[in-house]
């Protein structure tokens, strides 16, 4: 949060989101209580919101998996696909900032492949699918267990994420995202894909509150939504001061209805 002084009677509080965006509160003098009032009506949901970002990894994958198959491969091609669309834009220009070096540097000591906003999924049966892996490139993937994770299941007892992954890997994390998929895929079977990217279209029905990514509420919310859509396996969400989450009959069918709509910057309130 940004605390922009102008002048004795007004302050502007400017509130940043990992997004690229920002929304601002104003303070007039005397106003204190609402004000106050305001912030927290802001944060309390964002700060009691609940995490699922842990994950069980079971080296139980098929070896017919192993080197992926027809839905990995159609994932790979969307990906590519979205990277040329410049919807998978870096959360902050680092290559700017950085030299090589560091840059090289930063990505080995947090693991990651390549900065790049967004995932996207698709059904593999009516209990698992595959979904892009946390903090790799999108625009290459390339290996199961590192690119794709097949998600299995999610376990309420230990709040983590079921993964299942080919033997002799260390595989990367599951997307923060993966419990979202996960509730949607379980109440829709005709949803065969889903797409999440940091852009807007034009007349969405969109969540009220910005929680965080990988939180339940996110989830739950997201999940009401296409609930409640006109047809659920076709449904654009908007969610608030963040990106959009595309349900699709498989990723041909969410790419083709996108495709020459998409807005690239989230509207922020
Ligand atoms: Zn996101």
Not at 22 to 49: D, N
Not at 238 to 251: Q, R, Y
Request: glycine share 6%; aromatic share 10%; with cysteine.
């Amino acid at each position: 949060m940004y605390i922009l002084h102008n002048d004795n009677e007004t302050t502007d509080i400017y509130f940043l989101t990992p997004e690229q965006g920002f929304y601002k509160l104003e303070y007039r003098k005397g106003e204190a209580a609402t004000f106050f009032k305001q912030i927290f009506e802001r944060l309390e949901p964002l700060a009691a919101s609940q995490l699922v970002i842990d994950n069980n990894f079971y080296d139980d994958l098929p070896e017919e998996m192993w080197n992926g198959d027809e839905i990995t491969r159609s994932l790979s091609e969307s990906g590519k696909k979205l990277d040329r669309m410049n919807l998978l834009p870096a959360p902050f220009p680092l290559e700017e900032y950085l030299t090589p070096r560091d840059l090289r540097h930063l990505k080995k000591l947090y693991g990651l492949g390549g900065l790049s906003y967004g995932n996207l999924s698709a059904r593999r049966d009516s209990e698992s699918f595959w979904m892009s892996a946390s903090g790799i490139n999108k625009a290459d993937m390339k290996t199961v267990g590192e690119d794709f994770l097949l998600i299995s299941g999610y376990d309420p007892d230990k709040n983590a994420m079921k993964v299942s992954v080919p033997p002799n890997i260390t595989p990367k994390r599951a997307s923060v995202d993966a419990i979202e998929h996960w509730m949607i895929y379980k109440e829709h079977p005709e949803v065969g894909a889903i797409v999440h990217v940091h852009a807007w279209m034009d007349g969405i029905k969109a969540t009220e509150i910005n929680y965080p990514c990988g939180t339940i509420e996110l989830a739950k919310t997201v999940a009401e939504l296409v609930r409640i859509s006109k047809e659920p396996s076709k449904a654009i969400i908007g969610l608030k001061n963040h990106g959009l989450t595309i349900t699709g009959a498989d990723l041909d069918d969410i790419f083709e209805r996108i495709e020459g709509k998409i807005i690239p910057q989230v509207p922020m309130s």
